[in-house]
């Protein structure tokens, strides 16, 4: 079967065909924002402080199990098998392990092993939702590759893996938007202004309320925090912008992922207060490989032969 076939007959069967459920009514739209909305304490803290002794924050791994296996070990968290190795380092992961690549299921499935891995030695692996993972959890099959599909056995099979009941789903459905260490913000796209006043709980809490289906996907548009690319351009005006969503937060840098830096460096914009780190990890964009390190704060870029400070805002 061809891959175009392949494609349509996902893209077909992601929304079954029997009746659905009506679309949230404004009613029930307005009392799930009003929720994720309101003031919620300690939005604004930062997860630890001082910050742990090592952070390690990984780019898009787009469904690449050796790619992501080659930048894990070479971040020094995991061995060859995929096993922690890490200690007490904190793992950042900021979103699209999915689409594109052939192995969305062994990818998903050795985060979540290491998550568990990572807790035992006193370390912590965060992942957080990117654009990929919300359009797979909400039907939009567009970027998933026939190869994919044939490593779950069948459309059937991989939609029953991302359904709410499905182990990947379940666990996807918990995942944050957002995540905030020390006084830096990882997030997949970027936080405009206007979602930085809802402060992480309440931007985590309007994430699940699309992808367990309680607001419409809408919701997270194209200027939300796992679609927003503007600060990646360091125009004036988006560094500007920036500095307001970062006060707002109380912090002083975001690390984001989702525009690919083509020459597989990590890009440091606005005076170093945005770190992009979509590297193009993963075969489907050259495989280059490389993480930012913090180390009590102070940022690192890691490649395959060399290691480079990174500015500090």
């Not at 996807?172 to 796209?189: I, K, N, S, W, Y």
């Not at 560094?239 to 525009?259: D, F, I, K, S, W």
Request: glycine content about 12%; charged content about 20%.
């Amino acid at each position: 079967m061809s891959a175009a076939l392949w494609l349509a007959l996902a893209c077909t069967r992601t929304t079954p065909s029997q009746p659905q459920p009506a679309a949230p009514s404004a009613a029930a739209v307005e009392a799930v924002r009003a929720e994720v909305t309101s003031p919620t304490p300690g939005a604004a803290e930062v997860s630890w402080d001082p910050w742990p002794q090592r952070v390690v924050a990984i780019g898009d791994l787009h469904a690449d199990l050796p790619q992501t296996l080659a930048v894990l070990q070479l971040a020094g968290l995991s061995d060859a098998e995929g096993h922690w190795v890490g200690g007490e380092a904190v793992l950042v992961q900021t979103g699209d392990q999915t689409d594109r690549g052939p192995d969305s299921k062994e990818v998903l499935e050795l985060l979540m092993r290491l998550q568990g891995e990572a807790a035992a030695a006193g370390g912590e692996v965060i992942v957080l939702l990117g654009n990929h993972e919300v359009m797979n959890l909400t039907g939009d099959w567009r970027y998933v590759s026939e190869g994919d599909v044939a490593d779950f056995g069948s459309v059937e099979a991989r939609q029953q893996a991302f359904s709410a009941q499905g182990t990947l789903g379940a666990w996807l459905r918990e995942r944050p938007m957002v995540a905030q260490v020390g006084d830096t913000v990882f997030v997949h796209g970027g936080i405009t202004p206007g979602f930085a006043k809802l402060g992480v709980e309440s931007m985590n809490a309007l994430a699940a309320g699309v992808v367990q289906g309680r607001l419409p996907p809408s919701q997270l548009g194209t200027d939300s925090p796992i679609w927003y690319r503007d600060y990646v351009s360091g125009s004036e005006r988006a560094c500007l912008e920036l500095q307001q969503a970062l006060g707002t937060l109380g912090a002083r840098r975001m690390v984001v992922g989702h525009t690919t830096q083509r020459t597989g460096q990590v890009a440091e914009r606005c005076g170093g207060a945005l770190l992009g780190i979509d590297l193009g990890i993963s075969s489907h964009y050259g495989g280059k490989l490389g993480v930012v390190e913090f180390r009590e704060g102070d940022a690192w870029a890691l490649y395959p032969s060399s290691a480079v400070d990174v500015a500090e805002p």
